[in-house]
């Protein structure tokens, strides 16, 4: 396959993108900063100067030619206002979702958050709570497209090493995921027609990744 991953320097998509090339995927990553070139580079990973906040959808399209998948995994980041919150994690993500629906793209997954599915506290911190409001609309607008969409919901993110066993369903409680786990999901999704047009939310736990992918699609 030949997958883009928007937000291709972030710790998921690093991880990410290593994972599909070692098993012998094509992947074009886009990034903002041309300093990020490089480290994608190194990783096997084709980089593409692309500000998602700036690019025409049209003219990333035309960047898009021979991809089969587009996974978003971009985000403002820590030390960021809400209105970047808004421009990267709901914009960014309709950008290329418009500009897959342009290039003839059909699947695409999109990282989200926990937190999505309901509203926000009443004494949620309001940049955090700016950054749920970004992620639940970012996921009504792929819904509302024809896509083969998949979002997936991640819980609290750690740098730990991969463990290789998740809990994966609809709902689950909140708690722990190592990024490189996160990562390996994504792969494993990739390669899973039945988690077409399904919401999944992602933990540590008990079970191996390819049993708890099945376990979740029956």
């Given at each position: 396959?030949?997958i ?23 992947v ?6 041309p ?21 025409d959808a049209?003219?990333l ?22 209105a ?25 997954l999109?990282v ?25 609309a ?11 969409w998949?979002?997936?919901?991640p ?23 190592t ?6 999901v ?22 191996p990744?390819?049993?708890?992918l ?5």
């Amino acid at each position: 396959m030949r997958i883009v991953i928007a937000g291709a320097h972030g710790k998921i998509a690093r991880h990410l993108g290593r994972g599909l090339v070692e098993r012998g995927d094509s992947v074009l990553g886009l990034v903002r900063n041309p300093e990020h070139a490089a480290d994608l580079r190194a990783d096997g990973v084709e980089p593409l100067v692309a500000d998602l906040e700036a690019v025409d959808a049209v003219d990333l399209a035309g960047s898009l030619s021979g991809v089969d998948a587009a996974v978003f995994a971009a985000g403002a980041g820590p030390g960021s206002g809400a209105a970047r919150k808004d421009t990267v994690d709901r914009a960014a993500s309709a950008l290329l979702a418009d500009a897959c629906q342009e290039a003839g793209v059909q699947r695409f997954l999109q990282v989200s958050a926990m937190g999505t599915t309901k509203p926000n506290p009443s004494d949620v911190d309001p940049v955090f709570g700016a950054y749920l409001d970004a992620k639940r609309a970012a996921e009504a607008d792929l819904r509302a497209r024809p896509l083969d969409w998949t979002i997936l919901r991640p819980g609290v993110l750690t740098d730990d090493p991969p463990t290789g066993r998740v809990t994966l369903a609809a709902e689950v409680d909140r708690a722990e995921v190592t990024r490189a786990d996160v990562a390996a999901v994504l792969v494993a999704l990739l390669d899973e027609p039945a988690s077409i047009r399904r919401e999944l939310a992602l933990v540590n736990g008990p079970t191996p990744i390819a049993d708890a992918l099945r376990q979740a699609l029956r």
